[in-house]
């Protein structure tokens, strides 16, 4: 389904919800680029850290002449720093919704990486009927920034069962945020700055531009809790009145305090991550992770069960 389809039917849905997916139009995406700097969210320095300081092993593990695939490129910044400590990578191959922020990080790539072959792919990575180009050497995946979180643990194992499906004989190189204090998960998607609530009013201010619905973005508040059993950040837009919203010719009703569920960020342990990719057919390797065991970079490799270790 689209985006109209999908937010139609979250809405009516109870309760009431819509794919995170949908965050990333243009402006959604620069958004999220604003938020990957703020001094609250630690994972994407943490992850850049680690990526800068262990890329040298990251690039033996996954050896020479090896086709990197990103899932959910973005920006494609932390790429950057495998690209340069691998030997003779066979190309590059990022996969992203966005397609204006993916085919502009692309050119920036092929100009800093004038030898390197930089295939984009505007494409829904979530969805099974995805098809990749053919492949250019032995593929690589990488997953970066934790977006395996915003997936509930049984649609998280699937998806990795889907990616070990696209990457025949190859790896997975993939970010995990790790189950730490509440106080440092709520600051980190409740920013003092009001970038996160910004980025998450957006996916209404997106309705409007392309569905022409009418939301009222003042009518809207941005709320992110973590909810400890389920080891998960939630994040909604909760209306602050009663209120009529029109979408694609239906009415929707909201009464002061309802919410949209936006989003989920769950957050793994070491070992509960390991036993999750191992069900879905990988065979973790190595793992990678901060001194304060904020954030872990796994490396999983797909070995048939003849050749299991």
Known sequence: MGFADELAAGLRARPRCIAPKWFYDAAGSALFDRICALP????????????????AEMAAAIGPGAEIVEFGAGSSVKVRLLLAALQRPAGFVPVDISGE???????????????LPVRPLVADYTAEA??????????????PGSSIGNFDPAEAERL???????????????GVDLVKSPALLHAAYNDAAGVTAAFNLNLWARANRELGADFDLAAWEHAALYHPPLRRIEMHL????????????EAFEFDEGDSVH??????????GFQAMARRAG??????????????ALHWLDTVAPKEAR
């Open 40 to 55: 609250e969210y630690y994972p994407t320095r943490t992850e850049l850290a680690l990526l800068d300081r262990h890329a």
């Open 101 to 115: 922020h993916l085919m502009a990080a692309a050119a920036r790539l092929r100009a800093d990486h004038p030898g």
């Open 130 to 143: 995805l098809v990749l180009p053919p492949a250019a050497g032995r593929r690589v995946g990488f997953y």
């Open 160 to 174: 990795l069962a889907r990616f070990r499906a696209w990457l025949p004989g190859g790896g997975l190189l993939i």
């Open 238 to 249: 909760v209306s602050r009145r009663r209120q009529t919203v029109h979408l694609a010719g």
């Open 262 to 271: 936006t989003e989920n960020s769950y957050k793994y342990t070491v070992e």
């Open 282 to 295: 990988w065979q973790p390797q190595a793992v990678w992770t901060d001194g304060q065991r904020r954030f």
